[in-house]
């Protein structure tokens, strides 16, 4: 942490509950408490107390400083469960949450699309959400680029994988672009997803929450949301909180923050359990469902030359060859301590892929959801997201898998692997390409992970079609809102970053005027 950030995040309003239960700060009054400081929660968190709000933003982890050197040693420290959260079904599918100050934004790709056209229209003639085809939706996303230093990657700081994938892509006259990012002056660090080392990835906790310190917002961190304290069943007073030993993250005191309204921004897979553990909007048949995910995966191409894919920007390009059949291809990349570990090979296969990793190139991709998943619980009352991938996708993976490896086999590449679990799954020749494309696949011969989770608590304008309205409001409450992931209505089809944050501009904007 350097000077600057040390003095802010030193102040009298940033309070380390594990350290400091100061009855004087958690006994006011707030204007608005915020729970979740990733990038929904910090930044309608910065506007308000720009706008003279008192607001409280609540943390559940731990400041994120010092940036770790060892990403296996950043996935201890600022993942959720240690990075293996996800969704049971067939497959099973990773979903890796940050849980520190920051939020998921300290642990992303800081990749930023524009929401798309056809998806704002979609949103429009099927949910009511007239208001965000205007153009003063649109500005939101020119002040959130603005702060966040949007800009796009430079090739001479990508690594040398995304070369391979540009030169087999521009060999055949394909589009490959290099990708609009929230970093500034990168260094080619390759830690964008586990703490940016050099600072150049503009993440909440470098951005908005530190100017929303200067303009008074108090951080409660070490701070985790056990329940919203209501009124008349519909009207939020305040956040019980429970204080959090960040070493082990056992409970060690509770304390309750009162506040005028109440904005739950944890993140898809956790503001539906507040809400339900808060008795709000339990009865609402949307709450938890509509969970879109965007599966991703990914190939792996052995060369003879040495690649070092974990130095410079991991996902630096893309490309829309696919786009209009729901496939996104864009780069990535893992540092070695990490890549190998989530590799679907064992034995020989395994050991091979380790010693001859710094020879791999990797180019991944994502589809968009065919299917939705949903929040249940098992017998023991454990919360789960349930999440299938369907025939859909499987011929979407097939056919992402298969255009990768046609282009890469241009190139005489030593081997392939594709991430399945099913053999032909190591590709060396157009033979046994034929043969991948030939065999009968189901959801569960495939290794997938996914990065955006959207959709569990979705806007709309009627509770028979969404939980909340379109300013984010939930039905039948007077004072709770939710501005997060998870109240975005669909699928994207694109990195959600820049989208939550319009969203949480715009929020932040229309409640400083007190329009709701």
Not at 257 to 278: D, E, Q, V, Y
Request: glycine content about 8%.
């Amino acid at each position: 942490m350097n000077e600057e950030l040390f003095e802010i995040y030193n102040q009298s309003n940033v309070i380390n509950l594990a350290a400091n239960k100061n009855s004087n700060i958690t006994g006011q009054i707030f204007d608005f408490i915020v729970v979740g400081s990733g990038a929904g929660g910090a930044v309608v968190a910065k506007e308000l107390a720009e706008k003279g709000a008192k607001v409280a933003l609540v943390e559940e982890g731990a400041l994120p400083f010092p940036y770790q050197s060892s990403a296996f040693r950043s996935l201890l420290k600022l993942y959720r469960d240690g990075g293996v959260t996800g969704t049971i079904g067939k497959p099973m599918i990773s979903i890796p949450l940050g849980r520190c100050v920051g939020g998921t934004t300290v642990i992303n790709s800081g990749t930023c699309f524009h929401t798309p056209k056809k998806v704002l229209q979609q949103w429009e003639e099927k949910l009511g959400l007239l208001e965000l085809n205007s153009d003063d939706f649109q500005k939101c996303f020119d002040k959130v680029e603005q702060e966040i230093h949007v800009e796009e990657a430079d090739w001479n700081v990508m690594n040398r994988s995304s070369a391979f994938i540009r030169k087999i892509f521009t060999n055949k006259g394909l589009p490959c672009y290099p990708l609009r990012r929230n970093a500034h002056n990168c260094q080619g660090c390759g830690m964008c997803c586990y703490g940016c080392t050099s600072g150049a990835k503009k993440s909440m906790e470098l951005t908005y929450i530190p100017e929303g310190i200067r303009s008074g917002l108090f951080l409660f961190y070490n701070a985790r949301a056990n329940r919203v304290l209501l009124s008349n069943r519909t009207i939020g007073n305040g956040v019980l909180i429970d204080v959090l030993n960040p070493v082990n993250r056992k409970v060690i005191d509770k304390v309750e923050l009162k506040g005028g309204k109440i904005i739950i921004a944890c993140g898809t897979l956790l503001s539906p359990l507040l809400l339900k553990r808060s008795g709000i909007a339990v009865d609402n048949p949307n709450l938890g469902a509509h969970l879109t995910i965007h599966p991703a995966s990914k190939v792996s191409i052995e060369l003879d030359d040495n690649i070092s894919s974990w130095i410079g920007i991991p996902q630096g390009c893309y490309s829309p060859v696919l786009e209009e059949e729901g496939i996104a291809f864009e780069g990535i990349a893992m540092p070695p301590d990490l890549g190998p570990t989530v590799f679907p090979f064992s034995g020989e296969e395994l050991t091979h892929y380790w010693k001859n990793y710094k020879n791999i190139a990797t180019f991944g991709f994502m589809i968009k959801d065919s299917n939705e998943g949903s929040l249940k619980f098992s017998i023991k009352n454990t919360p789960i997201f349930s999440y299938h991938l369907t025939d859909t996708d499987v011929f979407r993976l097939k056919k992402a898998f298969t255009f990768l490896v046609e282009l890469a086999l241009e190139e005489n590449p030593k081997r392939i692997f594709i991430m399945s679990t099913k053999q032909p799954n190591i590709i060396m020749t157009k033979d046994d390409l034929y043969k991948f494309i030939k065999e009968k696949h189901k959801p569960s011969d495939f290794e997938c992970m996914a990065f955006h989770p959207l959709g569990t608590c979705r806007m709309a304008d009627s509770p028979d079609k969404g939980v909340c309205n379109p300013y984010h409001k939930v039905f039948g409450t007077d004072n709770i809102f939710v501005c997060d992931g998870s109240s975005i209505p669909t699928s994207l089809g694109v990195n959600p970053q820049l989208t939550i944050m319009a969203l949480a501009t715009r929020l932040g904007k229309t409640l400083a005027k007190g329009f709701l």
